[in-house]
């Protein structure tokens, strides 16, 4: 399935050329798989919060999810039609479904980051104006401190697989381009 090849072009079991099809070199492919393991945890550190939290954190999380679906079928897409059902596969369509994957990455870091800074602000007001039990009060949340750092983790990663998205549209957009 994946093919260390400089020269991306295809020749289907039929004999026909394709050399619209674009082939994953080792790199993109670790990319690709590097990808959806970083998806997947920041879905699962997003969820950690959610289930610590209680849902106040339902939009990021949501987002988060609708996120990694997305990545799920984007991938499965490029791993199937590209080298099983290669008549499905659009050159064009992958990379929109690339530039919106961008985006929707973009998005989910955008919303862990506004959950941070909501609640680097909202503790920062709490041990400003409370007592010191009304603060041990509130911050008697069991898993609490976890549950935050899973956020900043889950915003971290979110970041890294924005980046990752950037990297691989410019690898196939360049390649596109070079044709």
């Known amino acids: 399935m994946i093919q260390d090849e400089e020269n991306l072009q295809a020749v289907m079991e039929d004999g026909e050329r394709r050399s619209w099809a674009l082939r ?35 939009h990021s999380f949501s987002m988060t999810f609708f996120t990694f679906i997305w990545t ?20 064009w369509l992958h990379i929109a479904s690339e530039i919106f994957t961008l985006l929707f990455w973009l998005t989910s870091f955008s919303l862990l980051i506004w959950e941070c800074q909501t609640w680097d602000t909202a503790q920062d007001a709490i041990v400003t104006t409370l007592s010191g039990e009304e603060v041990a009060a509130i911050n008697s949340l069991p898993n609490q401190g976890p549950a935050i750092v899973s956020l900043r983790v889950a915003t971290a990663m979110s970041c890294v697989n924005w980046i990752l998205f950037g990297t691989t549209l410019y690898i196939c957009t360049r390649y596109m381009t070079s044709r």
């Open 24 to 58: 994953m070199t080792v790199w993109v492919a670790v990319l690709r798989i590097l990808q959806l393991a970083i998806g997947f945890t920041t879905l699962v550190l997003a969820g950690y919060v959610v289930h610590v939290f209680g849902g106040d954190y339902f």
């Open 72 to 91: 799920l079928l984007f991938m499965g897409y490029i791993f199937i039609t590209r080298d099983y059902i290669p008549k499905c596969y659009f050159y």
